[in-house]
């Protein structure tokens, strides 16, 4: 089976987009079928299993699609594998404070990268490795206007998270994957296999 981290973008945020995440869990589980399904706090981050056969794509439009179904919101959904998250953390160049890693649905093209790079304040840094921008606000997020232009200027999906989250994360992740690695070396196989997502790709 596969461990999947998967983002949402922008709930609970100022009472705008409320998910309650035990709900979400719930919902995910006998909607989807997905399996050991755990959040990490109430900014939507979420971690599960799922039978081998489904794909990145197959898992974020179950996602997107349930999420709607259930709570009416149209809601950013990146999925990563916890590979990629572990590359993601281990690609940071500027420490822990200050830093958030923002996660792209693609990597951006180069005149994206410039427009947010042209409005960095001086005691600011921003560096993309593939579809991660990582940036540096030692005067903080909240009071940066190149944090706020990236989810227009980069042109694509985007969702932020700071180092402590992504670390806690990727914890979380391999929590699941280590109790299916003991499952299996204890049963042979699991119990059962997650089914395969309704409306999800072959």
Same mark, same amino acid.
């Given at each position: 089976?596969?461990?999947?981290?998967?983002?949402?973008?922008?709930?609970?945020?100022?009472?705008?987009? *409320?998910?309650?995440?035990?709900?979400?869990? &719930? /919902?995910?589980?006998?909607?989807?079928?997905?399996?050991?399904?755990?959040?990490?706090?109430?900014?939507?981050?979420?971690?599960?299993?799922?039978?081998?056969?489904?794909?990145?794509? &197959?898992?974020?439009?179950?996602?997107?699609?349930?999420?709607?179904?259930?709570?009416?919101?149209?809601?950013?959904?990146?999925?990563?594998?916890?590979?990629?998250?572990?590359?993601?953390?281990?690609?940071?160049?500027?420490? !822990? &404070?200050?830093?958030?890693?923002?996660f792209c649905r693609t990597r951006?093209? $180069?005149?994206?990268?410039?427009?947010?790079? /042209?409005?960095?304040?001086?005691?600011?840094?921003?560096?993309?490795?593939?579809?991660?921008?990582?940036?540096? %606000? $030692?005067?903080?997020?909240? !009071?940066?206007?190149?944090?706020? /232009?990236? $989810?227009?200027?980069?042109?694509? &999906?985007? %969702?932020?998270?700071?180092?402590?989250?992504?670390?806690?994360?990727?914890?979380? /992740?391999?929590?699941?994957?280590?109790?299916?690695?003991?499952?299996?070396?204890?049963?042979? *196989?699991?119990?059962?296999?997650?089914?395969?997502? *309704?409306?999800?790709?072959?």
């Open positions: 089976m596969l461990t999947w981290v998967a983002l949402l973008r922008g709930i609970n945020v100022g009472g705008h987009k *409320k998910i309650l995440m035990q709900g979400l869990r &719930d /919902a995910i589980t006998s909607n989807l079928g997905y399996d050991d399904v755990r959040t990490y706090i109430q900014s939507g981050n979420i971690v599960f299993r799922t039978e081998d056969s489904l794909t990145e794509a &197959d898992v974020t439009t179950s996602l997107s699609d349930m999420i709607e179904r259930e709570y009416g919101y149209t809601v950013a959904v990146l999925v990563l594998s916890i590979r990629d998250v572990k590359s993601a953390l281990s690609a940071n160049l500027y420490g !822990t &404070d200050r830093v958030h890693l923002m951006p093209t $180069p005149s994206a990268i410039q427009r947010v790079e /042209a409005r960095k304040a001086p005691s600011e840094s921003i560096s993309v490795i593939g579809s991660v921008a990582y940036i540096h %606000t $030692p005067d903080g997020l909240a !009071t940066s206007n190149m944090a706020r /232009a990236i $989810p227009k200027d980069m042109g694509v &999906d985007v %969702t932020a998270r700071n180092t402590r989250s992504v670390s806690k994360i990727i914890t979380l /992740a391999e929590e699941v994957e280590g109790g299916v690695e003991k499952e299996t070396k204890g049963r042979g *196989k699991g119990k059962g296999k997650a089914r395969k997502a *309704k409306g999800a790709g072959k």
